[in-house]
């Protein structure tokens, strides 16, 4: 059960969910056909050190026919985190190709972009989540050098996280780009419009944002629904996503929200990326992919025109 002031480290709650996305991301860096790869992935779910990650971390990469059947990390919801993770790569290449230094993760989690993507000299990259789990993820990369200034700012999102932002050394006055990446449905609606707000207060001319968004109830049929929860427990792992969002119908659509604040919105498909990769979603995933929202917006700079 979520409360207002809940906490957690990389084992429990929401900060196990980092832990699935980041044995995504290392199950889709073993294929040979892999449309990215995040080295350090790997890494830190074996850093949990627990026998049912460690499992799953284990299985050989399948043909999409039958991870479809075998697992949360590989099956249904993998296409939607394979094609969010490409997304958001080049959301952030196109950032720093147009002159953006300042970068903010919000909920990092395990996300390693920090090390491993390239970023230009002079890059800050300001990497917010719950103290425990930054203590975890810097612990396990202890042996490894980020590609840019990294600064952790350990905060709760439902917080004043701008004030922790602002005493790392945030400057407001150049143009930020903001990542909340597996982020919003675990803030019950009052705060995320409260951490956009926030984050368009913050936002000079020319910053921009990425997210996504889950809608609704997962457009999951039972039968997949039966054998995801199947898989899971099998591997003895325990995750509720149901349990710890908090419902769809308690907040603004970010599509809607940042276009009302005069930022230029483009929707992404998570079907096309993959398919721009040479990746095609198997039929049985596309209902699930079709109930996820992925977005940029930018803030115009006051010669751009709308
Ligand atoms: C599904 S994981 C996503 C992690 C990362 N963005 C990624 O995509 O790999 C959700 C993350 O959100 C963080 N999170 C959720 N609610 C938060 C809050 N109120 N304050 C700080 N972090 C939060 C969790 O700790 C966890 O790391």
New binding site residues.
Partial sequence: MRTDDDS?DITES??A??I???AMRAHETRRDDAVFRDPYAEKLVAAVGSESWGRMLAAKPRSDRERLGSAYVNGVMGHFLVARTVYFDEYFADAVADGIRQIV?L?????ARAYRMRWPSGTVIFE???PK?LEFKATALADSAPAADRREVP????QDWPKALLDKGFDPSRPTAWLA???LR??PGAAQDQLLANLVELSAPGSRMALNIGTGERALSPELRERRAKALAEAGIRIDLEQLWYPWEDRRDPREWFAEQGWRVSPGDPEIVLATHGRTVPEEARPDMGTHILMTAIRPRGDDTL
């Fill in positions: 957690w929401v900060g969910t980092a699935g996305v980041a993760i909920a990092s989690g395990l996300d917010l989540d719950q789990v905060i709760d999102l439902r990446e597996g982020l675990y803030l």
